[in-house]
């Protein structure tokens, strides 16, 4: 049998796809919120004056980023329901993603309060400006454009680590594709297919951000 | 039935991490030179090469990395192409590596100063004795950092042929896992072995960031 490709069980089973593809958003969009929290808390324990508490926050650091999302998701698939926590794949697959982009998150969020120089602060008070008027103008608005493309990208690289997910059945693009794979046995079709909405999706992302990056951070920095 | 975490399981994980470490070495080779292509022809003068090479990197940079190895792995089999399933996932890793390679060394190739081509230029030195004496070997030195940062995303991606039933460190862990009923240590171990290899090659990387940082300065 020589190759033979039919793309129209991919058409017939489209909307279950785009519902997968919103699983997907909302699964990253949940990962990244949490991620975002643990990141803010994380930067407050990792410039902590306690020393256990800056250990614990490196050593989380390092054992995260230098260990497969795979395995992590694995871990916590098991693990979760040994601290009594029964809960369904998704939750797992979004605690999976929140605790692996949070470890990211931290050094991104670090660099970005830390770029802010006390002197600025100064400058600001001294103008006559309110301490909430420093705080938006001068630290907040400034931090936030420095860590903001390294932030988007972390969340654009978050989105497509998701589809690691479907391995523990949660409720995203890749999963939906793999039952439609095993019904359809047209498995080159399917993913292809999700490979060009991933596609889109990361593209529709950057554009956006980049939109939203020369509408908000447009203004002379020296 | 069950027998516990002995010897013969840390073996048969053993022999997982020896694929892994295969996986990534000739991901790593073939992406390596592929990407050098990629990042020459993506700073080439040639507008439409350029252009092309853009798309080869936003391409493999903006879809899933699970997703490039389903496509190379039944695209193959679609085409007739028969090869063992370690040559399969190896071609997509090598694909996928060449891309991050490639956009790597082309900011560095791009951060060089442009009186290095130009004083190149003004010797009349052909454009392969350009790029071979002249740009790469200072490219590639201040890629350094990044490269063996990328390394590490390389070992961690490889985890991914568990997916396609490839027996290495993570399937292997997933097996030895079914066996004896015991998840939570053996994906510890697993995330050990892994943490093994890539701590020391996240702290050489940040080493040489620091070290290059300072010379700079």
Redesign the interface.
């Known amino acids: 049998m020589g190759p033979t490709l039919d793309f129209g069980v991919v058409f017939e089973a489209m909307p279950t796809l785009l519902w997968g593809c919103l699983g997907t958003m909302g699964l990253a969009l949940a990962g990244m919120s949490l991620a975002l929290v643990i990141g803010i808390g994380g930067v407050v324990t990792r410039t902590s004056h306690i020393r256990p508490l800056r250990v614990a926050t490196i050593s989380f650091i390092e054992i995260i980023r230098n260990t497969p999302f795979l395995v992590q998701i694995f871990f916590l698939f098991f693990a979760l329901p040994q601290l009594g926590l029964k809960l369904n794949p998704t939750v797992t697959a979004i605690i999976a993603l929140g605790v692996n982009g949070g470890a990211y998150a931290i050094e991104i969020i670090r660099g970005g309060v830390q770029s802010i120089h006390k002197g600025q602060t100064e400058a600001g008070l001294a103008l006559g400006l309110h301490k909430a008027q420093v705080f938006r103008f001068i630290v907040l608005k400034p931090a936030l454009r420095a860590i903001y493309p390294s932030l988007t990208g972390q969340f654009i690289m978050l989105t497509l680590t998701s589809s690691i997910c479907s391995s523990v059945a949660a409720y995203e693009l890749t999963s939906v594709a793999q039952r439609i794979e095993s019904d359809t046995f047209r498995s080159f079709e399917v993913y292809f297919t999700i490979t060009l909405m991933y596609l889109a999706i990361s593209w529709i992302l950057m554009t956006g951000f980049a939109v939203i990056s020369r509408q908000y951070f447009n203004y002379p920095t020296r | 039935m069950a027998t516990g975490f002995g010897l013969k399981e840390f073996g048969f994980l053993l022999v997982g991490l020896k694929w892994t470490v295969l996986l990534s070495i000739i991901a790593f080779i073939g992406g390596g030179i592929v990407g050098l292509l990629v990042a020459i022809g993506r700073t080439a003068e040639n507008r439409a090469l350029s252009r092309a090479m853009a798309i080869y990197i936003g391409?493999f940079q903006?879809?899933?990395?699970?997703?490039?190895l389903?496509?190379v792995y039944?695209?193959l089999?679609?085409?007739?192409i028969q090869l063992p399933a370690w040559a399969a996932v190896a071609i997509a890793f090598t694909l996928n590596a060449s891309a991050f390679l490639g956009e790597i060394w082309r900011g560095a190739i791009q951060a060089l100063p442009r009186g290095q081509t130009e004083a190149a230029n003004a010797l009349s030195l052909p454009y392969a004795s350009r790029l071979r004496d002249v740009i790469l070997p200072q490219a590639l030195r201040i890629a350094q950092p990044a490269t063996v940062g990328y390394l590490?995303q390389l070992i961690?991606?490889t985890?991914?042929a568990?997916?396609v039933g490839f027996i290495e460190l993570?399937r292997a862990?997933?097996i030895v896992?079914n066996q004896i009923f015991e998840?939570?240590l053996v994906?510890?171990v697993?995330?050990a072995i892994?943490?093994l290899l890539?701590?020391p090659l996240?702290l050489y990387s940040a080493r040489l960031e620091t070290r290059y940082a300072a010379a700079a300065r």
Request: proline share 5%.
């Open positions: 391409t903006g879809t899933p990395l699970l997703m490039q389903f496509v039944y695209g089999g679609l085409i007739g590490v961690k991606g985890s991914l568990a997916i993570a862990g997933q896992s998840p939570i994906f510890g697993v995330g892994y943490f890539c701590w996240s």
